[in-house]
C-alpha cells in the first residue's frame, strides 16, 4: 500500500469510528453517484449534506487526500471502501472483553490485574492518541516515562488534570511543576476552570473526580485510582479494564468534544494568567 493509499484508509477509519454509521453510509451513496470527472462543486454538494461541522470537516479532509493524492482511485472504489470500514467498525463494536483491576490485598480467590500493570499495558499498546483524565498525578516515574515514550513514537496525547487553583485548596500544589519538562512538551494538558463548572446553594464548585485513560478508541480503563504512587502501591483501588466495543471510543469522544467545547481548557501556568 502506497503512502497516499494508506492515508486515505485511515481517514476512512477514522470516520467509521466517529461519524454514525447512518450518515456514513449516506456519504457512499453520495460518493458512488459522482461522475467520473469529480469536479469542485460535486464535491461541495456533498460536504454540504453533511450537517455537522466536525465531521464535514473529517470528510473534506478525507476527500481531498482522495483528490489530491490519489485521483486515479474511483468514486465507487471510495463508497465501497466506506461501507466496508462500516461493516467492519459495527463487527468491532460487538466483540469486547472486559477485566478487573485492583491495587490492595490478594484475596488469592479472584484474578485480578495490578492497576499500574493495567496502566501501563494501555499506554504501550496506542499507537495514535492517548487520553488521560484524573484528579491527581504525582510520583509515577514509570507511568510519565511511558507516556513520554508513546509522545515520542508520535502519538498523540491529551490530559485532563485538577489545578492548585482550580481545586479550591484540594490540591495544594501545582502538579505540572512535578512532571518533566519533556513530557509537558509531548502532551497537551487541559484543566475544568471554575468559570465551567457548577456550583451548590453555598457556592461551592464541583470537583473534577474522574480518573480514567482510553488508548485510540479501542482500551479504556476507568478506576477509583488517580495517578499516584500511593494510588498504584498502597491504597484498595479498584476498576475495569475494557477492550473493544463501543465504549472505549465513546469515552475518548466525549473529553474530544468537552476540550473542543471549551469545557475544558488549555492548562496555563499561574505565572501566565490569562490573555
Known sequence: MNEAFGRIVGQIQRLAAEVPQSALLALADSVQRLP???????????????????????????????QKAAPEVTAQSIALALCSAVRCEEHRRTESSVELVWTGPDSEVVPLRRTDQALLELIHSASERIVVVCFAIYKVNNICQALLEAGERGVQMDVVLESAEESEGKVTFDMMQTLSSSLKSQARFYIWPLKKRPTDSSGKHGSLHVKCATADGRVLLVSSANLTEYAMTLNMELGVLVRGGPLPRSVESHFTRLIQQAVLEPYRPPDEGTE
Not at 42 to 63: H, K, T
Open 36 to 66: 467520473s470527472e469529480v469536479s469542485a462543486a460535486s464535491i461541495g454538494g456533498i460536504l454540504s449534506a453533511v450537517a455537522q461541522p466536525d465531521y464535514r470537516n473529517m470528510v473534506r479532509e478525507m476527500l481531498d487526500t482522495w
